[in-house]
């Protein structure tokens, strides 16, 4: 594990292997980390030293090799329970991704809990992970979606409150951090308020678990859905962290090996928490790697990332803020504010700027980003997008002005 007593971002970087290169005879500005992240050396090495050396199954051998596995598995699990604030590392279940979280909710508990009639609140500032599975519950139960608004300035309408968290609702899932707009919501309010009603909350934390202490208890949620590509670790694994309280009660979501006790012709029975919730064998090498991950980011300090991404917010807020006909989504200061700036450029296609940009050695997204509802408020079809983590740099930040600038000029 890189552990840095100070925030070096320079030192940082060199323990990112695929930084060192350069893109179109640029140095790589890697500026879509809000897309997924790059992997530190650790990292990359912990998967590596899993399949070279103790490859094998947890959970099913007495042999050294599936015992180590599953010694290392597990410790993982403890590992991430830890960077969330978890009481006990049997409430963190690890899945594919949030979307895959999301969706475990939305059928076990959602399933077991969600009736006609009642109400799941959203905002319209969710990702397509955070409102299609709620769809497809609704479908399914007769249940009724309702949305909370924004206002210009890409922020919550708290006002709306009273009028839409009342006691027929049943859930409330919304981002901790929006990933177009970058607003932070208060989810601590939002959680008290939820359970007033009789409400559970969950939280989309993709966008903030990456990027900011988060510590489920302060939070107040009932489920917390993050994704390991997005923080340092590898594709293909995330977790989902619940009460312990509500996982026991909520039936299994997928059915097979390792999440079961007994099982005969007829009926089976079910494995306890968190066994039940995965079934089959796990993505044992990703889990690995992701708890190596909250190590890294633990070494540096939550708190030293977020305001090393608040020092870069304000420095690129100021800088697009002098580009002509770049029109800001979200808000516009710093304020409950992370690194995702998402923008549109007069005259110019977003896929035209990503591609200028990428001219440039500047690698930022183009598209809905996965929010077409909150596109269409702020009706454009499309945005390109900039997202800030731990190995960005000021000049970075210049870099994609400057190339926005440029996009400006070729197109006039």
């Known amino acids: 594990m890189a552990t840095l007593s100070t925030f070096d971002v320079l030192a940082l970087r060199r323990e990112f292997p695929i930084l060192q290169q350069q893109v179109n005879g640029k140095p790589l500005a890697f500026l ?3 897309a997924s992240s790059q992997k530190p050396r650790c990292v990359i090495e912990a998967l590596d030293d899993y399949y070279r050396r103790y490859n094998a199954n947890v959970h099913r051998g007495v042999y050294k090799l599936s015992e180590e596995a599953t010694f290392a598995y597990e410790r993982a699990r403890g590992k991430v329970a830890r960077f969330i604030g978890a009481s006990n590392k049997r409430e963190v279940i690890f899945t594919r991704n949030s979307t895959e979280a999301i969706n475990l909710v939305a059928y076990a508990w959602g399933g077991a809990n969600i009736h006609a009639g009642d109400r799941i609140l959203l905002t319209i500032m ?8 709620w769809q497809m519950l609704a479908q399914r139960t007769g249940a009724k979606l309702d949305y909370i608004g924004i206002d210009a300035e890409g922020r919550l309408r708290l006002d709306e409150l009273d009028q839409k968290l009342t006691p027929g609702v049943k859930l409330l899932a919304v981002t901790h951090q929006s990933n177009v707009l970058g607003t932070i919501n208060p989810v601590a309010m939002l959680a008290e308020r939820a359970h007033a009603v009789g409400a559970k909350i969950l939280l989309d934390g993709a966008q903030s678990v990456p990027h900011m202490p988060v510590d ?4 107040g949620c009932d489920f917390l859905a993050f994704s390991g590509h997005k923080m340092c670790g590898p594709t293909g694994i995330g977790a989902l962290w619940g009460r312990r309280e509500i996982l026991e009660e909520m039936p299994p979501f997928l059915g097979g090996g390792s999440m079961i006790e007994v099982v005969d012709l007829e009926s089976s029975t079910y494995a306890g928490v968190p066994a039940r ?3 089959g064998t796990p993505a044992i090498a990703e889990a690995i790697a992701l708890g190596e991950a909250c190590d890294f980011l633990a070494g540096i300090g939550m708190e030293a990332i ?5 020092e870069l917010l304000g420095h690129a807020l100021d800088r697009l803020a002098s580009v002509d006909g770049l029109r800001l989504l979200g808000p516009h200061t710093t304020e409950q504010r992370g690194g995702a700036l998402s923008f549109t450029l007069e005259g ?4 035209d700027v990503a591609a200028i940009l990428d001219g440039e050695g500047v690698a930022v997204r183009a598209g809905h ?4 509802p909150l596109h269409r408020f702020y009706d454009v079809p499309a945005t390109t997008r900039a997202s ?3 190995y960005n740099t000021a000049e970075e930040v210049d870099r994609l002005a400057a190339g926005l600038e440029k996009a400006r000029k070729l197109f006039q």
């Open 126 to 133: 969710e990702h397509h992970s955070n409102i299609v599975p």
């Open 216 to 219: 489920v208890k302060a939070l």
């Open 369 to 372: 980003h996965c929010t077409q």
């Open 348 to 351: 110019v296609h977003p896929h």
């Open 277 to 279: 919730f995965e079934a």
């Open 32 to 34: 879509d980390s809000g």
């Open 306 to 310: 977020f305001q090393h991404e608040q």
């Open 388 to 390: 800030f983590y731990i």
